[in-house]
């Protein structure tokens, strides 16, 4: 009987210890911060909203593309409620700065219209596959390159079964130390749709594929090569650019065009080659900067 009186009285004890401790099921957690959609596009009106997006024209040459970007609906447009951009094959195409291109191609940006600082950058895009295609989903800072920062969300290069991310910055740009390939499960390779996003805080940026991370950089990784230069608001971008610095690194193509073979130029002849985006979207959190 007194062993069993310990016992109760033992329990009693543990009891009243514990009724100073929050239960963990009954603890209070803080909710998430509350998410607010701050830009998004479905590209679904027909036409592509000016308000939203800036088309861009060639005036400045960068990376030995091949492309020249001009504003037509050949090359960017909207059909079945996607986006599409498109290379076009223009043999002797002369540039506002006198400048001649055998291709054409389109570029949007939201400079001036859209920026942001901290949030999650996203978009659901399709890719048809050839050599030397390079369409890319990116961000880009204010100001000179690199000190304005560049954040390459998704670039693909011409080989189907990978796409990469990418940070450029003050003394880590060009050949950057901030890259990595994701390579896509068989079946399922850049020619299926996927959603290529970034979520970025002060001190981080964190690439995805269709929710599975590809590669993060944090301030502290930076700042052994340079200053960290993702403070600053930046605007987003969409462009299909065409052959150059990147593909030949990886194709070694020099002919008939740096970059690109025949095979993929016949691919462009016969409008096969394109870039499907499904809609854009920017998420901030209520602690995030505006």
């Known amino acids: 009987m007194k062993q069993l009186l310990l016992i109760i009285a033992a329990a009693i004890g543990l009891t009243a210890t514990l009724s100073h401790f929050p239960h963990p099921l009954t603890a ?21 909203d000016r308000s939203k997006w800036n088309v861009e024209i060639t005036g400045m040459h960068v990376n030995n593309e091949l ?23 223009a043999p002797g195409f002369v540039t506002k700065d006198g400048q001649k291109f055998d291709f054409i191609s389109g570029r ?20 048809d596959s050839g050599a030397g295609l390079w369409p890319a989903w990116w961000m880009l800072g204010y100001g000179d390159w690199p000190a304005c920062g560049e954040t390459d969300i998704m670039e693909f290069v011409g080989e189907h079964d990978w796409a990469s991310a990418a940070v450029h910055g003050p003394h880590y740009s060009g050949e950057t130390p901030f890259v990595n390939r994701y390579y896509f499960p068989s079946g399922h390779d850049v020619r299926q749709w996927h959603t290529y996003a ?16 590809v590669f993060r950089l944090t301030r502290a990784m930076a700042n052994n090569y340079g200053p960290w230069a993702f403070d600053q608001k930046q605007f987003l971008i969409l462009n299909f650019a065409l052959g150059g610095a990147y593909p030949v690194k990886i194709n070694g193509v020099k002919s008939p065009y740096y970059g690109l073979p025949d095979t993929t130029v016949e691919m462009i002849r ?3 080659a394109k870039m499907y985006v499904d809609w854009v979207r920017v998420t901030q959190y209520s602690s995030s900067s505006q």
């Open 28 to 48: 209070k957690v803080a909710p998430p911060a509350p998410a607010k959609v701050v830009f998004f596009d479905d590209f679904s009106t027909g036409r592509l």
């Open 67 to 89: 492309q020249a970007y001009v504003d037509s609906a050949k090359t960017l447009y909207e059909e079945n409620g996607s986006l599409v951009i498109q290379p076009a094959y």
């Open 108 to 127: 949007i940006n939201t400079r001036d219209k859209f920026d942001f600082k901290y949030g999650r950058a996203e978009a659901r895009i399709r890719l």
């Open 198 to 213: 970034v979520d970025w805080t002060p001190d981080s940026l964190l690439f995805s594929y269709d929710g599975n991370t």
């Open 270 to 272: 016969q409008q096969k």
